[in-house]
């Protein structure tokens, strides 16, 4: 089983101190919201099966949501609608949503995936984070459980493009389906081939 690292918690919770951990889901496909969540777990709580979300099956990831909802201290999960994320890039809109909710509850340390923040809290941005922090870890969860069931409903709107299995990345089977169908308006227009579907 996988295991977080947990370098910073094991520092930090013998100080009675608490941790935010914040990650996305959604910075690569050409369509749908970029989610960011920020979580913080409580004290000293451990839990071996959270891990990257990308590592977890979907139905785990359904389970560890339920209970990261239930247990943690805090948490949000902000979506980021294309047009913003056309407006400012995804870099950008990314790094806007994480400072937005690292503002959004007072705590100890924010450790945020891979990206530095500005904020007013002590921040340290982990490569691979949702593998090295639980808080960083559950926050991917939450971030990735909210963006599948935004997509799975454009699934259900739009079953011929396939969203509920690419989930908006450009695979062959999304590609056929622009090319018969074309572009939605929930589509990413800063990204190619997103652009050259919508010129068409």
């Not at 139905?59 to 047009?83: D, N, S």
């Not at 997509?151 to 509920?164: A, I, L």
Request: proline share 4%.
């Amino acid at each position: 089983m996988n295991k977080t690292e947990d370098i910073y918690e094991r520092l930090y919770y013998p100080q009675n101190k608490l941790i935010m951990g914040i990650d996305e889901a959604g910075r690569g496909p050409i369509c749908g919201p970029l989610c960011v969540a920020c979580c913080v777990l409580p004290i000293g709580y451990t839990n071996d099966e959270i891990y990257d979300s990308k590592k977890l099956s979907p139905k785990k990831r359904e389970e560890l949501y339920t209970v990261i909802i239930e247990t943690a201290v805090f948490y949000k999960v902000k979506v980021i609608a294309p047009k913003i994320i056309d407006k400012m890039n995804i870099y950008r809109a990314t790094k806007w949503g994480m400072e937005q909710l690292a503002a959004s509850f007072k705590c100890d340390l924010i450790l945020s995936d891979a990206i530095a923040l500005d904020t007013d809290c002590e921040n340290i941005a982990l490569i691979k984070g949702d593998s090295r922090s639980i808080n960083i870890a559950a926050a991917s969860i939450l971030a990735k459980v909210v963006r599948d069931h935004i997509m799975k409903g454009y699934d259900r709107m739009y079953p011929e493009y396939g969203y509920g299995t690419h989930q908006g990345y450009y695979t062959k089977k999304h590609k056929e389906a622009l090319q018969r169908y074309g572009v939605k308006d929930f589509y990413r227009f800063s990204f190619e081939p997103s652009a050259k579907y919508k010129k068409q």
